[in-house]
């Protein structure tokens, strides 16, 4: 139990990679505070997560938030505050919220690339910025701060400018921080999936899912319980000495 008597946060935990990780997170001992846009998805995550064990030693709160609003951002860390007063403090937080807009870029709108911009970096910017404060007030020791990126930030991806910029800003973002969060024991890392099996990918159609598998090593898309081991390794003291690192999960996917 690696994480027992930790605090997380997870952003877009109402679904997809996010419900994983939470789902994770929990079973290494952790209490999770579960974030996204949609309340009833989140309520639904700390479902299954009591489904799968009634005997937690940990409480888990699912909480609304629109990650783009500096508001909210406030309100939702307040919520937190109130609900786990007397517990632990806020130690390890995940960015995993994201939306795509895709259009090739001679189409696509303003509005989808301020859109995706908006909650993909900026929100990104503001949970973790919200985050660093705290930690460092409550003299957190072994914060850590997982990003949730994109090989697209990396290699770019056809009708992605926006959501490729959105991930490569928060690659830069990521690296930032580690450096100026490192002397105050607070880790951050982000990491690259490729094509991860969730209703974000689940808008692919299929003649196009099969193409892109030819250019996986590993022949198939990856599961969100994947990428959550390593999102749960880095949330964790058990990744202590690692900070500052931008790490693939994509099946050897080369295009
Ligand atoms: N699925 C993939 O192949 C893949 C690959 C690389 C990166 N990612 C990234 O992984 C993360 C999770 O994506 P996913 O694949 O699980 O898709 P998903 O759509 O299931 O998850 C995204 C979550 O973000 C939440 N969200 C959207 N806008 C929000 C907002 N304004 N405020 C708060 N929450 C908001 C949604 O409610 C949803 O729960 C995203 O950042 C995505 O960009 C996914």
Known sequence: MSLASRLALVTGGGTGIGRA?????????????????????????VSTIRAESGSFDASFHPVEVDVSDSHQVSRLFSSIASKFTGGPQLSAVVNAAGITRDKNLLKMTEQAYDEVIKINLKGTFLVSQA??????????????????????????????????????????????????????GIRCNAILPGF???????????????????????????RPEEVAELVAFLASDRSSYITGSLIDINGGLSY
């Open 196 to 222: 991860i099996s969730t209703q974000m990918t689940d808008a692919i159609p299929e003649p196009v899912r099969e193409q892109i598998k030819q250019f996986v090593s590993l022949g198939r898309f990856g």
């Open 131 to 184: 985050a660093a404060r705290l930690m460092v007030e409550h003299s957190v020791t072994n914060g850590s701060i997982v990003n949730i990126a994109s090989i697209t930030g990396k290699l770019g991806n056809f009708g992605q400018a926006n959501y490729s910029a959105s991930k490569g800003g928060v690659m830069s973002m990521t690296l930032t921080f580690a450096r100026e969060l490192g002397r105050h």
């Open 21 to 45: 990780v939470c789902q994770q997170l929990a079973r290494e001992g952790a209490s999770v505070a579960v974030a996204g846009n949609n309340l009833s998805d989140c309520e639904e995550t």
